[in-house]
């Protein structure tokens, strides 16, 4: 079993930055791969970006392409989501996300094995 505790979202005015953190723990093997969902009121669970167990292959949603980036320390067990210009429409809770299988990508919900409580991140006009 793997948990999923992100860290780091909060209240921010349209242009801002935040980064979101989330470590993982339990029984990891290689090849894991982590990212991000995110869902907004009223709407379904968005994909945002994952990254393969190296750290080189991510691929993000294009919503958010250009303006995120994830990252991931594998020493740590931890991936990072670098949010810059922000705006209204990414207020949203973002959930961390995880998937055993290395071979096919984590673009949405029903693909994700493992599932963080989420952390809400809220961006003023």
């Known amino acids: 079993q793997v948990r999923l505790q992100e860290s780091g979202g909060g209240l921010v005015q349209a242009g801002g930055s935040l980064r979101l953190s989330c470590a993982a723990s339990g029984r990891i093997f290689a090849g894991f791969q982590m990212g991000w969902f995110r869902r907004a009121p009223g709407k379904e669970r968005e994909f945002v970006a994952a990254v393969n167990w190296s750290g080189v292959g991510t691929y993000y949603g294009n919503a958010v392409k250009g303006r995120f980036t994830i990252s991931r320390e594998n020493a740590q067990n931890t991936v990072f989501l670098e949010m810059n210009s922000l705006q209204p429409e990414d207020t949203a809770v973002y959930y961390c996300?995880?998937?055993?299988?290395?071979?096919?990508?984590?673009?949405?919900?029903?693909?994700?094995?493992?599932w963080g409580q989420g952390t809400q991140v809220t961006v003023s006009s």
């Open positions: 996300a995880g998937r055993i299988d290395r071979l096919v990508r984590m673009t949405t919900p029903r693909m994700v094995d493992y």
